[in-house]
């Protein structure tokens, strides 16, 4: 039976993200309500801005459904949407989902105008990552995995049923880190 990934579109690069699940035949909803989120198997939360993403879940009453959501079923956070899963978020005061053990930094490699793309070697294979106003992960715990390193820094973790990424595969070609998002359903 096909699984049901979600894609918060209140804000951000939703679309892209739905092109990337649809084609790896999984079926993809875009979640705006509490109902919606309530038919999903897992969620995707994409890159944003992730301080107006945090306003809309509160003004549409999806905080709460959503940090539920992710104790219990996988999530998948990129750029913006793994700001949201941390716990902290450095000089900032933005209300978060608090599902993922990290502390991260917005726009932790600069500005726009410091945006860039890199290849990142993942199951021998290279992956092409971009890197837009992208969040630097400063610390975590011993309940993180960290799956891929750019400069020693980690990109792409996960905690248990949690993935994030601090870049945009959705933006690529590649569609191999949501095949492995698919896994954890």
Same mark, same amino acid.
């Given at each position: 039976?096909?699984?049901t990934?979600?894609?918060?579109?209140?804000?951000?690069?939703?679309?892209?993200?739905?092109?990337?699940?649809?084609? &790896? *035949?999984?079926?993809p909803?875009?979640?705006?309500?509490?109902?919606?989120?309530?038919?999903?198997?897992?969620?995707? !939360?994409?890159?944003?801005?992730?301080?107006?993403? $945090?306003?809309?879940? !509160?003004?549409?009453?999806?905080m709460?459904? @959503?940090?539920?959501?992710?104790? /219990?079923?996988? @999530?998948?956070?990129?750029?913006?949407?793994?700001?949201?899963?941390?716990?902290?978020?450095?000089? +900032?005061?933005?209300?978060?989902?608090?599902?993922?053990? %990290?502390? @991260?930094?917005?726009?932790?490699?600069? +500005?726009?105008?410091?945006?860039? $793309?890199?290849?990142?070697?993942?199951?021998?294979? *290279?992956?092409?990552?971009?890197? %837009?106003?992208?969040? @630097?992960?400063? *610390?975590?715990?011993?309940? %993180?995995?960290?799956? &891929? /390193?750019?400069?020693?820094?980690?990109?792409? %973790?996960?905690? *248990?049923?949690?993935?994030?990424?601090?870049?945009?595969?959705?933006?690529?070609? /590649?569609?191999?880190?949501?095949?492995?998002?698919?896994?954890? &359903?």
């Amino acid at each position: 039976m096909k699984k049901t990934v979600g894609i918060l579109s209140l804000q951000g690069a939703f679309a892209k993200h739905f092109e990337k699940i649809q084609k &790896l *035949n999984a079926t993809p909803l875009l979640v705006r309500t509490k109902e919606d989120l309530e038919k999903c198997d897992g969620l995707i !939360i994409p890159g944003g801005e992730s301080t107006t993403m $945090s306003r809309h879940l !509160i003004r549409q009453n999806l905080m709460d459904p @959503v940090t539920e959501f992710a104790k /219990s079923r996988p @999530v998948f956070g990129t750029c913006a949407g793994l700001i949201l899963l941390a716990k902290t978020v450095v000089n +900032s005061d933005m209300t978060t989902l608090s599902a993922m053990d %990290i502390t @991260v930094e917005r726009n932790g490699y600069g +500005s726009q105008i410091h945006s860039f $793309s890199t290849l990142l070697e993942m199951k021998a294979k *290279n992956i092409p990552a971009l890197f %837009i106003r992208a969040p @630097v992960i400063q *610390n975590y715990s011993d309940q %993180i995995e960290v799956l &891929l /390193s750019h400069e020693e820094k980690p990109v792409l %973790i996960r905690q *248990n049923h949690l993935l994030g990424a601090t870049f945009h595969p959705e933006l690529t070609d /590649s569609s191999l880190v949501h095949s492995l998002f698919l896994e954890l &359903l």
